[in-house]
């Protein structure tokens, strides 16, 4: 089922689980060419001689419908022997790879290694397990995400999964971003006059899209394309739904609220996607000057996926670029 005119398309920034839910409701809303979903790669690490692409997994196999959806990450009906043989090897087993997770470790590792760029590793593994809709890692360059604490830096996975996200944070390093160049089919629908609508998920937005829109360039093609850029809140009354923004927030000295994303993105912003808990910050968003849409947001079922996905594509479509860019040059 259609819901653009003629070949407009629509671009979503992705990141963890959250980001993946909402794409697996946008792939039932657009077809493949009406849909490009930009993934997060700064969580990617050398792990074992592997290189390990976790957000990118994570939405691969949600939308295969492989993933394991009680954990969020990794694949259903996993076993666990080769991680079981690493423990009696004596090797590092804080991060657990399952079995079948690791065919797609390996798969990508040895792809990399043989000079095969990261999206065509994504495009080739997409294709083998059935997607349709282009999965777009954010850049072939490696950028990667450090965590700053008072007891000095940790790699995102060190962070994350190792210490459980306990060690305080001040701030994130995004190391390689400098010099990362977006993805250049990413570039091609954030420079096209088809482009319809720009859908940020409700991903942590230090760690999963800051990523994304901090790599040179893409802010400003942002804020240039007549596209409007739609968020949905990571932060539903208060709190996160999963992982560690509310704690990041809080520990950065920031209220943990709908508002505080809302002013965390700032001006490239033309729309904001609020749950129903947080209805009442509605009036002071739209003061903002933000289009402010107050919805269901939490995702439990399919169901709940594909509607929050509808709605917050009809009213990305119903929004004209509410800002004034003709000033900004496209770097
Ligand atoms: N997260 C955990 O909390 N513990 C793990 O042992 C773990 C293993 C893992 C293996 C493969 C993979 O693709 C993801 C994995 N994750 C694990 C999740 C991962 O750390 C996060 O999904 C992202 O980096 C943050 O979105």
């Known amino acids: 089922m259609s819901i653009l005119n003629k070949d407009r398309q629509i671009l979503a920034l992705s990141g963890g689980v959250g980001g993946s839910k909402l794409a697996l409701g946008l792939t039932h809303c657009l077809e493949p060419h009406e849909l490009a ?14 290189h390990i692409s976790p957000d990118l ?10 993933s394991d959806t009680s954990r969020g990450w990794g694949l259903a009906d996993e076993s666990w022997g080769a991680l079981d043989a690493l423990a009696r090897l004596g090797q590092p087993t804080w991060f657990q790879l399952g079995d079948r997770d690791l065919a797609t470790h390996l798969a990508r590792s040895c792809q990399l290694r043989a000079g095969t760029s990261l999206s065509t590793v994504t495009a080739e593994l997409c294709l083998s397990l059935g997607i349709t809709h282009p999965v777009l890692p954010m850049s ?11 007891g000095g830096e940790l790699s995102f996975q060190e962070y994350f999964v190792r210490q459980h996200c306990a060690p305080e944070i001040q701030g994130v390093r995004l190391h390689g971003i400098e010099v990362a160049r977006p993805q250049k089919v990413f570039i091609e629908h954030l420079k096209s006059p088809d482009l319809a609508a720009i859908i940020i998920g409700p991903s942590n937005p230090f760690v999963s899209i800051d990523p994304i829109i901090k790599m040179p360039g893409v802010a400003e093609m942002m804020r240039a394309s007549t596209a409007p850029v739609v968020a949905v809140s990571p932060i539903i009354d208060g709190d996160a739904v999963k992982g560690p923004a509310a704690k990041m927030m809080a520990e950065m000295g920031m209220t943990v609220a709908t508002t505080s994303i809302a002013k965390y993105y700032g001006d490239l912003l033309d729309g904001f996607v609020i749950d129903e808990k947080d209805a ?40 004209s670029k509410t800002h004034d860019h003709s000033t900004l040059s496209i770097t």
């Open 37 to 50: 979903i930009v993934v997060n790669t700064a969580d990617d690490f050398e792990h074992l001689g592997l």
């Open 280 to 319: 009442d910050h509605a009036t002071a968003l739209r003061e903002s000057g933000l289009a402010i849409l107050v919805v269901p947001t939490v995702m439990q079922t399919l169901e709940d996926r594909q509607m929050l996905a509808s709605q917050v594509l009809d009213f990305s479509l119903s929004l």
């Open 57 to 66: 997994d994570t939405l691969m196999y949600t939308l295969s419908g492989l």
């Open 140 to 150: 072939d360059d490696s950028v990667r995400s450090f965590i700053q604490t008072g």
